[in-house]
């Protein structure tokens, strides 16, 4: 682990080079507040808003905004705990050591646009080799007359400071501090600038502004205060809340009503425990993932599905190469919705949006006023996301719309009696979905190994079926067209297994189950999945998941193949439903989807029965598609499917 913490010495002044707003800086701050001892802490901000200033310190964790007018147009300044010159303020006025803002006051500087290394960098490398890339970048710039009055305002200050005190720490952006350690030895002036400035407002930030104008997220800025201040937990309303933490099973119990904002407390509680140790650096990454674990939770609770490990993947490598378009190690909040929405769905990057937006101190009354601040009132360009979250059904009803709401049970252990018929069967709007997307699984089959059957070469003398432009890209420097030729296969698919996940403990997915077609359009099944028991949706109806299932054409010719000795020799379940496909397969072909390809002793047996697996991987079809088709319900009896419509969704 490298030495973090990096200090520009000259005289008795002790410079912290920063990054304004970044959480990774506040955190060396506290660490060179421990490192130098300082007897007088000098920041880079203007002296003419020091009273409000440190006002608007006293109010935090509470978040602040001061603002000013600078001739037509407003100036705010966000006093959010996880930015580095707030952090030097705090630890001042918390350990009584003097504190000046250095700076001078001026009414016009030039905005910059600069492409600045990600701080993430200093997690594993440090701020020295941070700093020193960053000063190269700045050497380049030629400094604008507005930033040489302010170097040599500061300069001047610091000069007065050292004389006055042994051991002074000054925070500073990293685009000043070099030419500021050169100035020092000089004598220098004091500025004629501003001493005095009107109309400074202190205002308390409305929470539902909080994700537009932090610099850092809300969520993550709430863990670095948690992790700051050591706070005692959040007041819940229930002990088993305090003691769990998990307030959506309660929700859905119905036994509590628990605000949400007490259940997103809870988050914020238990990411703060486990995202690293006391007085260590917090983890951007690490944060990052207790968001998406947390929010997982969250979705999982409200909708009943689960978040499965291959959208966990393709959500993180989602975002890193979202985050690397931009220069950037990490993603930020904008990134990480996009990824949440693409990988999974609108109601997970709402549930996402709804922790990461969330800063459990701040509220809408104060002592102050209240001010609403949008993105376009502080940044030049804004970025803006929609969600479509999933409803219930609506059906029209008396003067408008209304939520049609899946029935309860009126007293516990109601709902059991409905499980007292001994033949089962399958819920139809269920059985026509599965069916076409079987269809469409074989449609994909075919395809592919026609695909794999073309033939390219260059052109000479026909275009055959077209110009392959990929082949004819990448041998450019040969100056020819490649053209292909599609060889059309005679296929037929006989049998289409799906594997979700392998289950090869045995413990995720333990009801196993052969059913046969009820009619000439419905397909054999085998299946394995979650316990019908677990999930009891309303009278002797089931709510479960595949964790793979076989469907063979035609129907009414399956056996149990879950007891078959001719299988036993398959290593998992998905090993199962695939030798029996090759088994009962008329046809040539079997489409296999999977995480992974089968093993080579599978092809070979397949091969000995003059069959041939089509492998399809399972992260190239649609994962919306998969995770509509992938929770089925079980109905104890037919009555059942009359009553079903009003308890599945």
């Not at 005190?165 to 000089?186: D, K, T, Y």
């Not at 996940?501 to 059913?515: A, I, N, Q």
């Not at 390809?597 to 190239?620: C, D, E, N, T, V």
């Not at 598609?625 to 599945?648: N, P, W």
Request: hydrophobic share 40%; with cysteine.
């Amino acid at each position: 682990m490298p030495d973090r913490l990096h200090l520009e010495k000259f005289g008795n002044i002790h410079a912290l080079p920063i990054l304004h707003y970044r959480m990774e800086f506040a955190h060396l701050v506290r660490e060179a507040f421990a490192a130098v001892k300082p007897d007088c802490v000098a920041l880079e901000l203007p002296q003419t808003l020091e009273r409000p200033f440190l006002r608007a310190i006293r109010r935090l964790p509470e978040i602040s905004v001061l603002s000013y007018q600078i001739g037509e147009e407003s100036a705010f300044l966000i006093i959010e705990p996880a930015d580095p010159l707030i952090e030097g303020a705090r630890l001042a006025l918390e350990q009584e050591i003097p504190l000046h803002l250095v700076d001078i006051d001026l009414d016009s500087y030039p905005s910059y646009n600069e492409q600045l290394p990600d701080s993430y960098a200093i997690q594993r490398i440090g701020l020295e080799p941070f700093y020193r890339e960053v000063a190269d970048l700045y050497r380049q710039i030629p400094p604008a007359k507005e930033d040489l009055r302010r170097e040599s305002g500061m300069t001047f200050r610091l000069q007065q400071l050292a004389a006055a005190h042994e051991r002074v720490l000054f925070i500073c952006g990293m685009s000043h501090l070099a030419r500021i350690r050169e100035l020092f030895p000089q004598k220098q002036a004091q500025q004629l600038t501003r001493t005095k400035r009107e109309g400074v407002t202190v205002w308390n930030l409305h929470p539902e502004c909080c994700h537009e104008v932090l610099a850092e997220y809300p969520f993550l800025s709430a863990l670095y205060e948690k992790r700051r201040s050591a706070l005692p937990p959040e007041p819940v309303a229930d002990a088993s809340l305090r003691k769990s933490f998990n307030a959506f099973e309660l929700i859905l119990g119905g036994k509590k009503s628990i605000p949400e904002e007490e259940v997103l407390a809870a988050s914020v509680q238990r990411s703060a425990r486990r995202i690293g140790e006391e007085g260590v650096m917090p983890d951007r990454q690490k944060i990052m993932l207790r968001l998406f674990l947390e929010s997982a939770r969250h979705y999982s609770q409200e909708t009943g599905e689960t978040v499965h490990f291959w959208q966990k993947r393709a959500f993180f490598r989602f975002a890193r190469n979202y985050a690397l378009l931009g220069r950037q190690l990490l993603p930020d909040l904008f990134q990480m919705l996009a990824a949440a929405r693409g990988c999974l769905d609108d109601n997970f990057a709402y549930a996402f949006f709804r922790l990461a937006s969330f800063y459990p101190w701040q509220r809408e009354a104060s002592d102050l006023p209240t001010l609403r601040l949008t993105a376009a009132d502080l940044w030049s360009a804004t970025r803006r996301i929609r969600f479509r979250p999933r409803e219930k059904e609506r059906v029209k009803g008396g003067l408008g719309m209304k939520m049609v709401r899946r029935k309860k049970e009126k007293a516990p252990g109601e709902w059991l009696d409905g499980f007292d018929d001994p033949s089962i069967c399958s819920y139809p709007p269920e059985d026509l979905v599965i069916e076409e997307y079987g269809r469409n699984l074989k449609r994909i089959g075919a395809r592919q190994l026609s695909e794999e059957q073309s033939r390219v070469e260059p052109f000479s003398s026909s275009l055959l079926d077209g110009i392959d432009m990929r082949e004819t890209i990448r041998n450019l420097h040969e100056g020819k067209i490649y053209v292909r030729e599609n060889r059309r296969l005679k296929s037929g698919v006989g049998s289409v297994v799906v594997v979700f996940e392998e289950d090869r403990g045995g413990k995720s997915f333990p009801y196993c189950m052969t059913w046969l077609g009820e009619h000439e359009q419905e397909s054999d099944m085998a299946f394995y999945a979650t316990q019908p028991a677990d999930n009891i949706v309303g009278p002797g109806i089931s709510r479960c998941e595949y964790g793979g299932f076989l469907l063979s054409y035609p129907p009414r010719r399956m056996a149990d193949v879950w007891h078959d000795p001719d299988y036993q020799g398959a290593f998992s379940k998905g090993e199962v439903l695939l030798m029996a496909a090759l088994d009962y397969s008329i046809e040539k072909d079997v489409v296999y989807v999977a995480p992974r390809p089968p093993r080579s002793f599978l092809k070979q047996l397949a091969s000995r029965l003059a069959k041939r697996i089509i492998y399809l991987p399972l992260g190239s079809l649609s994962p919306v598609s998969l995770k509509k088709l992938r929770v089925f319900h079980i109905l104890y009896g037919r009555d059942k499917r009359e009553i079903a419509k009003d308890y599945i969704w």
